[in-house]
């Protein structure tokens, strides 16, 4: 069975005003959402922050850039999406890139997928919302996490 984006989104994995000192504080607090619902454990963050060393996942998105950091399923007790839209911008590196092209990045998008062949396909559709600068501007200017998810949504719905 295919996993989608609507079934993953929770408002309570939606963090709006989110202050981080830097994107590696943004994916701990992120997770720390996530070890609260149970969906991962607390060793997910630093298999997140090792990997994004490796393969970065800024995305040069307009008008903001966007990261969608995420790791093998090892702390992962069930798939979820945790996204956090950040009170002032934090560093990722660009994906694809040897880690030295900085994206300032405002919108974190946490994956914790439990089925390791289901995220591409969920990647692809993140990729699909992530491409609308209306709905970046949006998600930044949501004020509840109901909001947002309603944002995105109605996004979803449009494909």
Known sequence: MAINLRDLLHEEHILIDLEAKDARE???ALNHALV???????????????????FPTGLPTQPLA??????????????????????????FAQMGSDGSTH??????????IKEREKQVALIQELMQVIQSPE?????????SPRQARQIIENALKGD
């Open 26 to 28: 943004a994916i701990q």
């Open 36 to 54: 609260a619902s149970q969906h991962t454990q607390a060793e997910f963050a630093e298999d997140v922050w090792q990997r994004e060393q490796t």
């Open 66 to 91: 966007v990261a969608i950091p995420h790791a093998d399923p090892q702390h992962v007790n069930a798939s979820a999406v945790c996204i956090g839209l950040l009170k002032q911008p934090v560093t």
């Open 103 to 112: 994206l300032p990045t405002r919108i974190v998008i946490l994956l914790a």
């Open 135 to 143: 709905l970046l501007e949006a998600l930044l200017d949501a004020r």
